[in-house]
Antibody
């Protein structure tokens, strides 16, 4: 079945970096984007960025520009999200999610869809001195 | 950047009742880029609706989505015990990024 398996919990000190992995199975890894979304305890969902595993192209939320790097290793169908210069506010659960882009043609009109259809279970990152 | 506002913040209902959740955008959103997710405590979000009104695979037909422009609605026709959760709307914008609404919690009255 299609699934995304994330790496285990991390505890980091302020100023350090963390790298979270997301291993895909059950589908062709290079055919779908990988998005990263985080959620602080008791808070809502915050989108961090996307990566195209085929090209390696990325797009980051402005808030994380300069601090986040999304990469992949296609030989093992794994995506990575690295966040640097960690601070206490980065304590959160980090999710990877498959991004599905679709185009539907209805009576010669093109409809473009993009949504996250499969999610990993999340990786807890705790930043504490 | 488009801001999504969800209302109410909390909806207290009984099983069997109808739930109507609202998602309002600060400017017009393409319907095809509007999605709804359900999240239960300790779990990852689950896709319910994409393209404003299309149910994702395996989603019961008691869930329906509607709307266009700046106003979108998620309706749960008859609440089942497993439907009590937090619901988020999400849009994909022209700037190439996603934004989520703050969520609506549906809890048991």
């Amino acid at each position: 079945q299609v699934q995304l398996v994330q790496s285990g919990a991390e505890v980091k000190k302020p100023g350090a970096s963390v790298k979270v992995s997301c291993k895909a199975s059950g589908y062709t890894f290079t055919s779908y984007d990988i998005n990263w979304v985080r959620q602080a305890t008791g808070q809502g969902l915050e989108w961090m960025g996307w990566m195209n595993p085929n090209s390696g192209n990325t797009g980051y939320a402005q808030k994380f520009q300069g601090r986040v790097t999304m990469t992949r290793n296609t030989s093992i169908s794994t995506a990575y999200m690295e966040l640097s210069s960690l601070r206490s506010e980065d304590t959160a659960v980090y999710y990877c999610a498959r991004g599905l882009r679709d185009i539907v043609v209805v009576v010669a009109e093109y409809y473009y869809y993009y949504y996250m259809d499969v999610w990993g279970k999340g990786t807890t990152v705790t930043v504490s001195s | 950047e488009i801001v999504l506002t969800q209302s109410p913040g909390t909806l207290s209902l009984s099983p069997g009742e109808r739930a109507t959740l609202s998602c309002r955008a600060s400017q017009s959103v393409s319907s095809s880029y509007l999605a709804w997710y359900q999240q239960k405590p300790g779990q990852a979000p689950r896709l319910l609706i994409y393209g404003a009104s299309s149910r994702a695979t395996g989603i019961p037909d008691r869930f329906s989505g509607s709307g266009s422009g700046t106003d979108f609605t998620l309706t749960i026709s008859r609440l089942e015990p497993e439907d009590f959760a937090v619901y988020y709307c999400q849009q994909y914008g022209s700037s190439g990024g996603f934004t989520f609404g703050p969520g609506t919690k549906v809890d048991i009255k």
